[in-house]
C-alpha cells in the first residue's frame, strides 16, 4: 500500500491550521488590548485639545475694556469623542469636559479680566455651542448656551 499522496494534504492542513491559529491570536491581542489603548490615547488627545479650544473662544469672547456689552460667539467643538457625546460645562472658574471613558476629560482654568463676576452654563456635544457675554450691575456675565450664536 502506498501512503506518500497522504504526506502532502496533512502538511497543508497542519500549515492552515497554524496559520488560523496565529491570527486568531494576534486579532485577539489587538483588539482586546492594543486598539482599544490606542483609541482612549488619541481621545484624550481629542478631549485635550477640544478643552484647550473651548477655553480660548471663552476668553477671547470676552471684549477688553468694554462698559456695555451684549455678545455672542458661536464656538466650533467635534460632535464625538471617540465615537461618543461628551459635555463641557463651568465649575466656577474652570472648564470641565466630562466623557463617558474615564481615560478621556479634564479640566481648564479660564483666565478672566476682573471684571467678569459670573461664568455659568454648560454645552452638550453635536449641538451648536455659543459664549454669550453681557453687561450686568457690577461686571460682565459669560454664560456658555447652545443655540444660534
Request: proline share 5%; net charge positive; charged share 20%.
Amino acid at each position: 500500500m502506498d501512503n506518500r499522496a497522504v504526506t502532502p494534504v496533512v502538511e497543508k492542513t497542519l500549515t492552515i491550521g497554524i496559520v488560523a491559529l496565529f491570527l486568531a491570536g494576534m486579532t485577539t491581542t489587538l483588539f482586546g488590548g492594543a486598539v482599544p489603548a490606542a483609541r482612549d490615547a488619541t481621545g484624550s488627545s481629542i478631549g485635550d485639545r477640544t478643552l484647550a479650544l473651548a477655553t480660548e473662544r471663552v476668553e477671547q469672547a470676552i471684549p477688553p475694556n468694554a462698559s456695555h456689552v451684549r455678545a455672542r460667539h458661536r464656538v466650533d467643538l467635534p460632535s464625538t469623542i471617540r465615537g461618543t457625546g461628551y459635555t463641557v460645562r463651568v465649575d466656577g472658574r474652570l472648564l470641565v469636559l466630562d466623557h463617558p471613558r474615564a481615560a478621556i476629560g479634564g479640566r481648564s482654568r479660564l483666565v478672566l479680566p476682573d471684571s467678569v463676576i459670573g461664568v455659568n452654563g454648560s454645552w452638550q456635544s453635536g449641538s451648536e455651542a455659543v459664549v454669550a457675554v453681557r453687561s450686568v450691575a457690577g461686571g460682565l456675565t459669560v454664560e456658555l448656551r447652545e443655540g444660534v450664536a
